[in-house]
């Protein structure tokens, strides 16, 4: 299965932390990109965290900064999001995304980073159904 699967969400304190898992059961699939995003019921869907996959080298939303680490563990085939010192801000539906960046064939290695890291234009191909991140007293 090449769609990605999150896991590790639940309802914790302020202070509190959490670490999501997003793995897929394909492991011969090696997406170039992987992102988590996050929204709040009624909210906007945000970018929380990006890892750029051929490197390890990751980028965050202001909000989570210094309080969030994405990373990867290329063997378990899985990408995680630690989430420290949460605060009621942080609830929301958390959800895993991946794409390659076959589709942007001209572009270097360099750029393929740039794209993944920060570009506001990126599209990713698959999509996991989320797994729930509630911050509460």
């Known amino acids: 299965q090449v769609q990605p699967v999150e896991s590790g969400g639940g309802s914790v304190q302020p202070g509190e932390s959490l670490r999501l898992s997003c793995t897929s059961s394909e492991y011969s699939y090696r997406p170039d990109c992987v992102a988590w995003f996050r929204q709040a019921p009624g909210g906007e869907r945000e970018v929380v965290a990006r890892i750029f996959i051929d490197d390890n080298s990751t980028s965050y939303t202001d909000p989570v900064q210094g309080r969030f680490t994405i990373s990867q563990d290329t063997a378990k085939n899985a990408v995680y999001l630690q989430m420290n010192i949460l605060t009621p801000e942080d609830t929301a539906m958390y959800y895993c995304?991946?794409?390659?960046?076959?589709?942007?064939?001209?572009?270097?290695?360099?750029?393929?980073?740039?794209?993944?890291?920060?570009?506001?234009?990126?599209?990713?191909?698959?999509w996991g159904q989320g797994t729930q991140v509630t911050v509460s007293s």
């Open positions: 995304a991946t794409t390659d960046l076959r589709k942007y064939t001209a572009a270097t290695r360099q750029t393929q980073k740039r794209i993944c890291l920060n570009s506001e234009r990126i599209t990713f191909d698959f």
